[in-house]
């Protein structure tokens, strides 16, 4: 692998990032491909896919959250495709989001900064490193960065191939995103900006540019990349990348999340106490949260950390339906987002919004609303990983919640 990849004006030496050396959970498994260092380093010399004033303007609309004066809105589905890329699916996505963003607007009277799980959502953290797929065990599907959905051994390889495709599929669908913002830079409601969870530290590690005006390191995969709840071991290689990039960046806190930890956490990644740096993804399931997230709240602003605070009430309340297909029940959703805001309402702090898995079309994959009951559910359940709401669920949830 080449040392150092010129880079138009300067010089980026990957094999120095620190997290490199450090252990990393969840990583595909493709070191030995015969073609692994080319495509490593065709990567590295890759055009940035996001625009290092974009994300300034990403971080500057977090910042009004953090201070109670905006609320955020990411959603999109859990896993996307590469055949999604087009600009007519992706236009879909873009009008949803705003239109689900538009309602929580209404109901808060406040305005939203709204991102777009999407363009580049490519990577699945698993619990397991199989699964059975019709009665066959495979090697679990890990998101199309990394391997095929098909149900074939082969297709379960882990390929490093991908990463030039996400790339590749990333930037199609950025230039569609790009094609709907109206607003005015100025304005908060400019966006819908981009994030996904920056899962697979080869194909981000290679899209690190510095900015050459003020050395800033930024990922240029996306504007607002998140760690998920898997990868945040506070010595490993997830977080020390986080620590180093300028970006926005948002961490996952599941019920297993101590006071102690997030506040390290907080340390790590927000060290200079900006608003808008960090977002804490609270998604510690219907009954935990209770118990669990007063207390990190207290101990979060005692430390003086002005991060963001947004429910994902999604993944702490998956459950398996009696047909063997993941689900969620709109009513769990409802009932996690509303003690989190009730909760947050409770400490003083400001419950800025919502990080949700929605589907841009018709979908049955959640119960609730216009799925009345599990057996409809295979009606159209078509997501290659969670469950997600459809459009008129999602409304549902913001009307009930706020
Ligand atoms: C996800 O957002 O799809 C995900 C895997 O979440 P978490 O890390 O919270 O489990
Ligand atoms: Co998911």
Redesign the pocket.
């Known amino acids: 692998m080449p040392q150092t990849v010129k880079l138009n004006e300067f010089t980026f030496t990957r094999a120095s990032a620190p997290w490199t050396t450090l252990p990393a959970q969840q990583q595909p498994h493709w070191h030995d491909h015969p073609d692994y260092d080319l495509i490593e380093a065709e990567l590295s010399g890759a055009l940035p896919l996001v625009a290092h004033s974009e994300i300034r303007e990403a971080k500057r609309a977090l910042g009004l959250a953090a201070l109670g004066e905006a609320r955020v809105l990411q959603l999109g589905d ?2 996307e495709s590469f055949s999604d890329a087009d600009p007519l699916t992706t236009s879909r996505k873009v009008r949803n989001v705003a239109r689900i963003a538009s309602r929580l607007a209404d109901r808060t009277g406040q305005q939203v900064a709204r991102f777009g ?1 999407m363009a580049g ?1 490519y990577a ?2 698993r619990s397991s490193n199989f699964e059975t797929v019709g009665g066959i065990e495979l090697p679990s599907f890990r998101g199309e960065l990394v391997n095929s959905f098909e149900a074939e051994l082969s297709a379960r390889r882990h390929d490093p191939e991908r990463m030039l495709q996400a790339y590749d599929a990333s930037a199609a669908v950025i230039r569609e995103v790009r094609a709907h913002w109206t607003g005015s830079a100025e304005e908060l409601d400019g966006g819908p900006w981009v994030a996904h ?1 920056a899962l697979v530290l080869d194909y981000e590690n290679a899209l690190i540019r510095t900015d050459d005006r003020t050395g800033e390191q930024f990922l240029t995969s996306t504007h607002f990349p ?6 945040r071991q506070l010595d490993h290689a997830h977080v020390s990348m986080f620590a180093a990039i300028a970006n926005p960046i948002g961490v ?1 806190v ?1 019920p297993t999340a101590d006071p102690e930890t997030v506040v390290r956490l907080c340390q790590l990644l927000d060290p200079h106490h900006t608003p808008g740096r960090l977002t804490l ?1 609270v ?1 510690m399931g219907r009954e935990d949260i209770h118990v669990a997230l007063a207390p990190i709240v207290r101990a979060v602003r005692r430390a003086g950390h002005p991060v963001v605070w947004i429910s ?1 009430p ?3 309340n998956t459950v398996k339906a009696e047909c063997g297909q993941k689900t969620r029940f709109v009513t769990h959703i409802i009932e996690e987002a509303t003690a989190f805001r009730h909760i947050l309402e409770t400490e003083g702090a400001h419950p800025a919004g919502l ?1 949700l ?1 929605v589907a841009a079309s018709d979908v049955t994959e959640c119960v609730g609303g216009t799925v009345p009951d599990e057996s409809a559910l295979s009606e159209r359940y078509e997501t290659l ?2 469950p997600r709401l459809n459009p008129d669920q999602a409304l549902g949830v913001i009307d009930s919640v706020f």
């Open positions: 859990c896993a799980r959502q699945k953290p969870e998140w760690i998920g709840e898997r990868t996952k599941g993804i998604r994902d999604m993944h702490g990080h898995e990983c969670d």
